[in-house]
Nanobody, 126 residues
């Protein structure tokens, strides 16, 4: 069993940066595929970034087109934490951000992830 806790959300202005953290407990998740998703009010949960487990692809990263030039995902295996650095934030980035993990080698579909955090709110004002 893996428990995930997100942190780092908040209220920022357009153009600002935030770094979200996803810390795992219960077991090490060095080999888990970890994704970040977001959900805005009235919209479906959207994949935005992921990082592969070390055993599968040496921590290869993946991004949606909407964030690939602004966001960066990374992992600190010693801290059992995955980060999402978000730069040049826009009002349309406003959403609840979730991290998720699974032992899969790759997926961008929310239904494929077994473990989820509780979410952290990011609000970007114009």
């Amino acid at each position: 069993q893996v428990q995930l806790v997100e942190s780092g959300g908040g209220l920022v202005q357009a153009g600002d940066s935030l770094r979200l953290s996803c810390t795992a407990s219960g077991r090490t998740f060095i080999n888990y595929f970890v994704g970040w998703f977001r959900q805005a009010p009235g919209k479906e949960r959207e994949f935005i970034a992921a990082i592969a487990g070390l055993i599968w692809s040496g921590s290869r990263t993946y991004y949606s087109d909407s964030v690939k030039d602004r966001f960066a995902i990374s992992r600190d295996n010693d801290e059992n934490t995955v980060y999402l650095q978000m730069n040049s934030l826009k009002p349309e980035d406003t959403a609840v951000y979730y991290c998720a993990a699974d032992r899969t080698s790759y997926s961008t579909a929310a239904r494929d992830f077994t473990y989820w955090g509780q979410g952290t709110q990011v609000t970007v004002s114009s």
